[in-house]
């Protein structure tokens, strides 16, 4: 599986913007997809995960209530809506497929993308 995430930009604290990931390859819809992110001097953190039917996902709490994770397995396409961006927020996301189910760990991944800038602003 072959992942490239897009979508990335500037963007003003209180804005939106939604990462987009395709996928090559005819299994995606049989991985877990995952989302990233790493700030410079930090360990990449779990964002959010999405099972291979798009029936469970799960968040980080400093994202909950604000991104929403889905996908489209006839595009084999995953996306990351991001509301009410903060400056924290701000890092390279990356995403990430699971062969085994949706997890948190990132070490269960096997596949992942390059990663897209996300920067907000104050």
């Known amino acids: 599986v072959q992942l490239q995430a897009s979508g990335g930009g500037l963007v003003q604290a209180g804005g939106s913007l939604r990462l987009s990931c395709a996928a090559s390859?005819?299994?995606?819809?049989?991985?877990?997809m995952g989302w990233f992110r790493q700030a410079p001097g930090k360990e990449r953190e779990f964002v959010a995960t999405?099972?291979?039917?798009?029936?469970?996902?799960y968040y980080a709490d400093s994202v909950k209530g604000r991104f929403t994770i889905s996908r489209d397995n006839a595009k084999n396409t995953v996306y990351l809506q991001m509301n009410s961006l903060k400056p924290e927020d701000t890092s390279v996301y990356y995403c990430?497929?699971?062969?085994?189910?949706?997890?948190?760990?990132?070490?269960?991944?096997?596949?992942w993308g390059q990663g897209t800038q996300v920067t907000v602003s104050s």
């Open positions: 990430a497929a699971a062969p085994q189910g949706a997890t948190m760990d990132r070490y269960e991944y096997d596949y």
């Open positions: 999405v099972s291979w039917s798009g029936g469970n996902t």
């Open positions: 390859g005819r299994t995606f819809s049989t991985y877990a």
